[in-house]
């Protein structure tokens, strides 16, 4: 039984919906030999900044039930590096390569773009709206009026395809997803990490550096589904979805409330093989159901 898996995001061409999370898989050399990438649809690599960051104090992560905290802080070594030292060797993939970008200014995202829209190793460039451990009063992620603007600003100088990733530290983030389609992104990844902490009740102290970071993992699956589906009924572009996929079947849940690609995250540092186990676990679905292409499961949910 043949099988069509492929999607698609703008003009660009997937060879089926599953990706990587950004900031779960580094920049490729260190998992090159444990997950043959190739096989996935896309990779998306660590979120970057214009200029270098440090991150935040440690501890940066810390393991909760069904899930961890991580407050890394997007830890990296700015654009400059990306281009000179990490794009080469991702410019290798035979897939689609997403870059997720954050700037804490307009001009700083304005440069980011204008500069990867010059790369023709870069396929998409999403968006990253949504980092809850940065020292922030608020996120552009968290308001729609400042995420039309910044999409729509972005959308204007872009050669590339963009993706904007969604906070779930919202009361509705179907607005913030509508808002961002009408400013012409051509995707919208979701879900973030959810704000969060952990205390140390011995020290009575936070355990973690920055005090507070973001909750991943199995533990915020449900919610992320609910968020995708609620999400679907308001847009009509494509939908990343993520949030505590760790299986086959977690991701077919997502698939089938609207979803058109997903991307898994945390189980990553589990065993970088869970996205290839996931894809396998999609086609042994669609052998099983006798289902022959795959947007025959995206947004198959029957509710009546």
Known sequence: MSMKLNVSIGHIQFQNPVTIASGTFGYISKYAKSADIQKLGAFIPKTITLAAREGNPSPRIVETA?????????????????LAHKLPDLAKLKIPLIVSVSAYQHNDFETLVTRLSQEESVSLIELNLSCPNLKHARLIAQDPAATQEVVAALKKIS?????????????????VAFAAQEAG???????????AMAVDVHRRRPVLGNVTGGLSGPAIKPIALKMVYDVKKRVTIP??????IMTAEDAL????????MVAVGTANFVDPQTPLRVLQGIKAYMKQ???????DIIGSLRTS
Do not use: Y
């Open 289 to 295: 159901h006798r289902v022959s292409d795959i947007h």
């Open 66 to 82: 069904s899930g961890m905290i991580n407050a890394i802080g997007i830890e990296n070594d700015g654009l400059d590096h990306f």
């Open 185 to 195: 992104a051509d995707a919208v990844s979701l879900v973030n990490t959810f704000s």
């Open 239 to 244: 939908i990343i979805a993520m949030g505590g």
């Open 159 to 175: 050669a590339k395809p963009l993706i904007a990733k969604l906070s779930p530290n919202v009361t509705d983030i179907a607005a």
């Open 253 to 260: 849940e997502f698939l089938i409330v609207g979803a058109t």
